[in-house]
């Protein structure tokens, strides 16, 4: 037998029987004798023979995958979230292919090119930081394939959605801060193009308004890696700039924020407060340690996916679209008390 895969030609020329008697055995089915269907599935076992998926899918219009893509697995709020995408996935018997735009539009582009070739049933999808243009997901759409956003959504493309309220969620980190004694806040901030970057600091300016502060704009400075948090507090140590906290629009954010004070010396939290969002791995191993936001990514996850595997089964897709915001819950820690 030549190498390769093996086929069910392959199993019916061993065999000696046709390959139709061989697909009727493997499906069990009533007409062939129980003496060929034992030997079709002892052969198959013995030779390893997996169903052709592709010509499966093809078959049945279902290719049993789902596609994720996702800004970057690196982070522990996106590997939770995979985390909860394939239990329940994998539970429902779909496989998962998963795609990092490691936070690049063109990378983005490319994934959904690729899952749309491969013929995936439905999309899970975050986007990237970068991402303006929406027309490779409304081609998505375009071509019947359900979407479901998760955490980062499309403004003006209709779609089922798992999000946090981000408002709602900063709003509480920045009041928790002041009912610290805090007055002078910074706010190291994500992208104002991505909705839950304008959403956290709307909410962190809520807060300052409602407390009667002054909210100052060069405290308020977009700064979403460790990188350049630590450019940011440097920028503010060397310009002299007043603040008493820091409010980072991620952990990561957070931690280059804390070691970045620490190494001029500064105590966290009794001379700076500073909180992080998302409440990774690291949160709570700092020194001290971390006060953040959980958002609950292995609940985003499954709950996204659910409401994806039931717009793939749906037989009428003219039902409503469905947003579902979870509760966020503020960790506090050591670095804000």
């Known amino acids: 037998m030549k190498s390769g895969l ?12 046709s390959a139709s008697t061989v ?29 052709n998926a592709v010509a499966l899918s093809l078959k049945q219009r279902r290719s049993n995958t789902i596609g994720v893509i996702i800004p970057e697995i690196v982070h522990y709020f996106f590997s ?21 735009s490691n936070e690049r539009y063109e990378r983005e582009v490319a994934n ?30 375009n071509n019947n394939v359900p979407m479901v956003f998760y955490d980062r959504i499309v403004p003006g493309l209709e779609a089922d959605q798992v999000i946090i309220d981000d408002f709602d969620a900063a709003y509480r980190v920045t009041k928790h801060l002041v009912d610290s004694g805090r007055k002078r806040i910074a706010h190291f901030a994500g992208p104002q193009k991505l909705l839950i970057g304008k959403h956290r600091k709307d909410g962190y300016i809520k807060a300052i308004r409602e407390a009667g502060l002054e909210v100052d704009e060069k405290l308020i400075i977009e700064a979403d890696s460790f990188e350049k948090a630590r450019l940011a507090v440097m920028r503010l140590l060397n ?12 952990d990561l954010t957070a931690i280059g924020a804390m070691q970045t004070v620490q190494k001029r010396g500064i105590k966290i939290p009794d001379e700076i407060a500073i909180v992080g969002f998302s409440d990774g791995r690291f949160s709570g191993i700092t020194d001290p340690t971390l006060t953040s936001v959980d958002q609950h990514g292995y609940e985003m996850g499954s709950i996204a996916t659910q409401m994806l595997l039931k717009r793939i089964s749906a037989e009428d897709d003219t039902y409503p679209f469905e947003t579902r915001v979870l509760n966020a819950d503020l960790i506090v820690r050591g670095s804000s008390i």
Do not use: M, W
């Open 80 to 100: 939770s979230v995979i985390s909860g995408i394939e239990d329940v996935a994998y539970d429902a018997g779909y496989n998962v292919i998963i795609c990092q």
């Open 23 to 51: 697909s009727r055995a493997l499906k069990n089915h009533p007409d062939i004798s129980e003496a060929t269907k034992k030997a079709v599935h002892e052969l198959a076992e013995k030779l390893n023979y997996q169903p």
């Open 112 to 141: 959904s090119k690729t899952l749309l070739a491969s013929r995936v049933d439905g999309v899970l999808v975050s986007i990237s930081k970068e991402t303006e243009d929406f027309s490779h997901l409304f081609n998505l759409r």
């Open 6 to 17: 093996v086929t069910i030609k392959d199993l019916a020329r061993e065999l000696k029987i």
């Open 239 to 250: 310009e002299k700039r007043d603040f008493d906290a820091i409010f980072a629009v991620n």
